[in-house]
């Protein structure tokens, strides 16, 4: 099944209707983490330090990840939290109030939109989604479910970003006609890594899921998917939308461009 069918099937059984649970909140909202790997926890960690999650299920089809990841919650908790590699099986036992999405890219959709069927809220890792059609499958979910889907441009919300937009809002920078960012982002010339035998622990065929199989290659992962358009795109899915997104923000969201042009690549 490829990617196409299974957003299409999804969405269909988002039309379904959620599933609205009431939780005390000072039970926590049950919170179900899919992508348990390093940025995935650092979300995680940040929502246990606002004291108002109570993480009870991880989920990854890297078990090195996993039970790393469930040591560390509970440690942190004194709770040890159930852990699945199959966000679907996840999502059907745990009533979870709240799904964390911090997948590679090209599983962004699927599980995001399973998320909202079960009637959870979600927080998504940015990009919203590896491709156009994928993104507007999952709105029409999130609106179909008239559930919450947070995507995680932070920048929103860290104090110098907010105290510049402030100065930017005042009119004191003048007329706006051109806004140019950057990013510097080490890297330089690529090396052709080898494909190699898949490590032990990791379901690799889930791992590429809807997108063109492949073979393992240690280049992928962990960590080092977004160099690969089958699973992301590139700086300009990962750097670029920040910046893309600040620059809509401070320019309340308009004007949207009109045409987009993109030149990149990278050395071997």
């Known amino acids: 099944m490829d990617r196409r069918d299974f957003v299409r099937k999804a969405v269909l059984a988002a039309a379904v209707g959620p599933f609205i649970r009431t939780i005390p909140r000072s039970q926590g909202y049950r919170t179900v983490l899919i992508g348990s790997g390093w940025w995935g926890m650092n979300i995680l960690r940040t929502a246990l330090a606002s004291g108002t999650i109570d993480p009870v299920a991880l989920c990854d089809v890297d078990t090195t990840h996993l039970e790393g990841a469930a040591e560390e919650v509970e440690a942190l908790t004194g709770t040890r939290p159930r852990i699945y590699k199959e966000y679907e099986e996840a999502l059907s036992r745990e009533a979870c109030d709240i799904a964390v999405v911090a997948t ?118 962990p960590r080092g998917f977004r160099q690969y358009l089958d699973f992301a795109n590139g700086q300009l899915g990962d750097w670029g939308i920040h910046w893309l997104d600040q620059i809509l923000w401070f320019m309340d969201e308009e004007p949207f461009p009109h045409t987009i042009s993109s030149v990149g690549g990278r050395h071997i």
């Open 104 to 221: 590679p890219d090209h599983w962004h959709a699927l599980p995001t939109i399973a998320a909202l069927e079960t009637g959870a809220h979600v927080y998504l890792e940015k990009p919203i989604s590896h491709t156009i059609d994928e993104g507007k499958a999952m709105l029409q979910a999130a609106r179909q479910t008239n559930r919450i889907v947070q995507v995680g441009t932070h920048r929103r919300v860290s104090p110098h970003n907010l105290s510049a937009r402030d100065f930017f809002k005042s009119g004191r920078v003048g007329d706006i006609g051109s806004v140019r960012a950057f990013v510097h982002y080490g890297g330089g010339p690529g090396q052709i890594t080898p494909d190699s035998e898949i490590p032990e622990g990791l379901d690799w065929e889930r791992w590429v899921g809807p997108a063109p199989y492949r073979p393992f290659n240690p280049s992928i992962h």
